[in-house]
């Protein structure tokens, strides 16, 4: 099992992805954003699966990373 960070530009985005991951049988939760990190809105969703899950993302996600203990591997960056 994998563990990732999403990050948000609104705290709405956080909350609609972590019904999406849990909805799909994701271990996942919301959390402050790690200080590593940054984010617009403060809130991250951490969770646990095979794959990324980059599909379950709001549209409004900020960034998606692979999590190793403190360490942030970025996987994907929203563009838009």
């Known amino acids: 099992m994998n563990e990732y960070i999403a990050?948000?530009?609104?705290?709405?985005?956080?909350m609609l992805t972590f019904q999406a991951l849990k909805?799909?049988?994701c271990r996942a939760k919301m959390q402050p954003v790690p200080r590593a990190?940054?984010?617009?809105?403060g809130t991250?969703?951490?969770?646990?699966a095979e794959s990324d899950c980059r599909a379950l993302l709001d549209r409004d996600a900020e960034a998606?990373?692979?999590a190793d203990?403190?360490?942030?591997r970025p996987l994907w960056q929203n563009e838009e």
């Open 37 to 41: 990190l940054s984010s617009s809105c």
């Open 44 to 48: 991250c969703v951490r969770f646990w």
């Open 64 to 66: 998606l990373y692979a």
């Open 7 to 14: 990050t948000f530009h609104t705290h709405l985005s956080a």
């Open 23 to 25: 909805g799909a049988g």
């Open 69 to 72: 203990g403190s360490a942030y």
